[in-house]
Nanobody, 126 residues
């Protein structure tokens, strides 16, 4: 399994940008599809974005499409989430997660992911 550590969260005004990073260690990073999820207070954890092991395919929740971009650098064992045009409703703890490649990938399903980071707080002020 991989060990995941997120960074890059913080406080930003509405309309601003942040870039989250998720550094992986342990198993071969390129063997994993990667996803970002978020959880706001009192709400369930929800899918944000995902990227396949090669970076060839990306997927987004409707709520972030056109504003967020997921990418990865397999040489650096890191996945990124560039977040632009942030809104107060984007406020949440953001988690990265790893799903093994080589099997059917339900990218938006929590249960597809076998490893999770500890999360990083993103707060967007109005």
């Amino acid at each position: 399994q991989v060990h995941l550590v997120e960074s890059g969260g913080g406080l930003v005004q509405a309309g601003g940008s942040l870039r989250l990073s998720c550094a992986a260690s342990g198993r071969t990073f390129s063997n994993y599809n990667m996803g970002w999820f978020r959880q706001a207070p009192g709400k369930e954890r929800e899918f944000v974005a995902a990227i396949t092991w090669s970076g060839g395919s990306t997927y987004y929740a409707d709520s972030v499409k056109g504003r967020f971009t997921i990418s990865r650098d397999n040489a650096k064992n890191t996945v990124y989430l560039q977040m632009n045009s942030l809104k107060p409703e984007d406020t949440a703890v953001y988690y990265c997660a790893a799903a093994r490649s080589g099997m059917i990938y339900y990218y938006s399903s929590y249960s597809s992911y076998v490893c999770w980071g500890q999360g990083t707080q993103v707060t967007v002020s109005s």
